[in-house]
């Protein structure tokens, strides 16, 4: 701070400071992958005694990795402020999400937004796999997490590069409006002037109606449950929910909130955070446009793969929506990956469990398309 009082070149020396930031975070990155990349026998000795909470045990480097998080003293989400954390959360992939895998194209556009907008535009992302000779693609119509509130199309560059490269399928990334700039159904009504717009205007740019995936992790598989929900009925549905531990009910209190609440990464503060920046008031969260499972009937919805982690507090709520689903008589097929936490779909390039666990996402994805006739 001295040498900003006192330099008369003010502004330089704050561009300088920045840059060495990033630089300092560039190096942190590599020594945390660095170190979790050691081999397994140093890491559980390192580690300590395995974590087990509710009959599950933590996979011993995200164990390992949760440890050097804390020792980084990383403050909570709430106590940075919301363009803090959206800036904080971005570097994160960066860091956790491996290599970029290679696809065929990508297109940055902007779609028609809903009437609230008055006239704005929506942020989509497209993305090809390479080296695809059919006319049609399915497409995977992609949701991002952040609990409304953070999250961005330049933060799941890597995930949809890596959904789009192993399952053959177009990826179209939606950059819905953001809370508390945009509160409560701003985000449900973008997704859904995004899936109008893809079923009326995709195949124009080689994408199927007929094969449109609605998926999305966290918050973003909870807009992807929602907007199933809503497209009952129209001439164009999708085909199939792909939901990656979806928030499903927020009105309540579920075990696993407790007993994972708390050290493994997605903490309870964090969800209350969440939903105060995304709500008009707490009477909303009520509402089965905010907590699906809260809908009085689930029957007509297109078949669902619903993935949770062990170690998550939405771990219950997306069982109990999975179990809710099938009891409807809609094909439902859930897994958890008992050994990992929430947000893992970003970890694919630090934790080899959570690369394996994409690596069964996309083989369950492939499958289902196959079954369907897809």
């Known amino acids: 701070m001295r040498l900003l009082a006192h330099c008369e070149a003010g502004a330089d020396v704050l561009e300088a400071g920045m840059e060495i930031k990033e630089i300092a975070r560039e190096l942190q990155g590599k020594a945390a992958n660095m170190a979790l990349r050691m081999p397994i026998s140093w890491v559980n000795i390192l580690a300590g005694a395995p974590v087990s909470v509710d009959g599950r045990v933590l996979d011993a480097r995200t164990q390992w990795f949760l440890q050097l998080l804390a020792r980084s003293g990383q403050?909570?989400?709430q106590s940075l402020g919301v363009a803090q954390a959206r800036a904080e959360f971005d570097i994160f992939q960066a860091i956790m999400g491996g290599r970029a895998l290679p696809v065929g194209e990508i297109i940055d556009r902007t779609i028609a937004a809903p009437?609230?907008?008055?006239?704005?535009?929506?942020?989509?992302?497209?993305?090809?796999?390479?080296?695809?000779?059919?006319?049609?693609?399915?497409?995977?119509?992609?949701?991002?997490?952040?609990?409304?509130?953070?999250?961005?199309?330049?933060?799941?560059?890597?995930?949809?590069?890596?959904?789009?490269?192993?399952t053959g399928c177009a990826v179209v990334a939606i950059d819905y409006r953001l809370a508390p700039e945009h509160k409560f159904p701003a985000a449900i009504d973008d997704a859904v002037a995004a899936f109008r717009w893809l079923a009326s205007d995709g195949a124009g740019f080689g994408i199927d109606p007929a094969r449109i995936i609605v998926a999305g992790d966290s918050a973003g598989g909870t807009i992807a449950a929602v907007l199933a929900q809503l497209m009952r009925g129209e001439a164009c549905t999708p085909c199939l929910q792909w939901l990656i531990y979806p928030a499903t009910d927020m009105s309540v209190d579920w075990p696993s909130h407790t007993s994972c609440g708390e050290g493994f990464l997605l903490?309870?503060?964090?969800?209350?955070?969440?939903?105060?920046?995304?709500l008009h008031e707490p009477a909303e969260a009520a509402d089965p446009?905010?907590?699906?499972?809260?809908?009085?009937?689930?029957?007509?919805?297109?078949?669902?793969?619903v993935f949770t982690a062990g170690f998550d507090p939405l771990r219950d709520e997306g069982q109990a929506y999975a179990d809710k689903m099938q009891?409807?008589?809609?094909?439902?097929?859930?897994?958890?990956?008992?050994?990992?936490?929430?947000?893992?779909?970003?970890?694919?390039?630090?934790?080899?469990?959570?690369?394996?666990?994409?690596?069964?996402?996309?083989?369950?994805?492939?499958?289902?398309?196959?079954?369907?006739?897809?």
């Open 289 to 305: 446009r905010v907590s699906p499972l809260r809908a009085a009937d689930l029957s007509g919805l297109p078949p669902a793969l």
């Open 115 to 166: 009437a609230a907008m008055h006239g704005g535009r929506l942020r989509v992302r497209l993305y090809r796999p390479a080296g695809s000779v059919a006319r049609l693609l399915p497409a995977i119509l992609f949701f991002h997490g952040g609990g409304f509130t953070i999250g961005s199309l330049e933060g799941y560059d890597l995930p949809c590069r890596y959904f789009c490269n192993r």
């Open 267 to 278: 903490t309870l503060s964090d969800m209350q955070w969440f939903l105060g920046q995304y």
């Open 327 to 374: 009891a409807a008589g809609v094909k439902t097929i859930h897994r958890e990956f008992d050994s990992l936490i929430h947000g893992f779909i970003c970890m694919r390039g630090a934790l080899q469990a959570a690369a394996r666990a994409m690596d069964d996402m996309v083989v369950g994805l492939r499958h289902e398309l196959a079954r369907l006739g897809h």
């Open 75 to 77: 403050q909570p989400l």
